[in-house]
C-alpha cells in the first residue's frame, strides 16, 4: 500500500522554526516529486512547495520563499519542509503528497496524498 506520513507539527512562537517530515512506501519514491499543501480553517488548500523527484527543481509559493526550505532524501524516502520565522498565518494542517509529473501540483493533480500534521504558530 502506499503511504505518505507526515509528521513534526506542533505549537511554536511567532519567529520559530519547525521541520516537518513526510515518510513514503509503497511506491518508487524517486520517480516522484513531493509537494506540499496547506489548509487553515475557513480557507483554500494552498500549494506551499514542491521539490522534483531528482530535487533539481524546487518551487515555493510567495508567502513562504525565503522562509521554507524542502529538501528530500531519496535513500531514506523521505521529504524535508524547513520552516523558518514562522508567522500565525502559517497556521494549518500541511499535507505531503507524491506526483510523478511536477507541473501537475500547481492545481493539486498529486497522484497520492498523505495524512496532515498540524502546525500552530501563536505566542
Known amino acids: 500500500d502506499v503511504q505518505l506520513q507526515a509528521s513534526g507539527g506542533g505549537l511554536v512562537q511567532p519567529g520559530g522554526s519547525l521541520r516537518l517530515s513526510c515518510a513514503a512506501s509503497?511506491?518508487?519514491?524517486?520517480?516522484?516529486?513531493i509537494g506540499w499543501f496547506r489548509q487553515a480553517p475557513g480557507k483554500e488548500r494552498e500549494g506551499v512547495a514542491c521539490i522534483s523527484n531528482t530535487a533539481g527543481g524546487i518551487y515555493y509559493a510567495d508567502s513562504v520563499q525565503d522562509r521554507f526550505t524542502l529538501s528530500r532524501d531519496n535513500v531514506k524516502n523521505t521529504a524535508y519542509l524547513q520552516m523558518d520565522s514562522l508567522k500565525p498565518e502559517d497556521t494549518a494542517v500541511y499535507f505531503c503528497a507524491a506526483v510523478k509529473l511536477f507541473g501537475k501540483f500547481f492545481f493539486a493533480g498529486m497522484d497520492y496524498w498523505g495524512n496532515g500534521t498540524l502546525v500552530t504558530v501563536s505566542s
Open positions: 509503497g511506491f518508487t519514491f524517486d520517480e516522484y516529486a
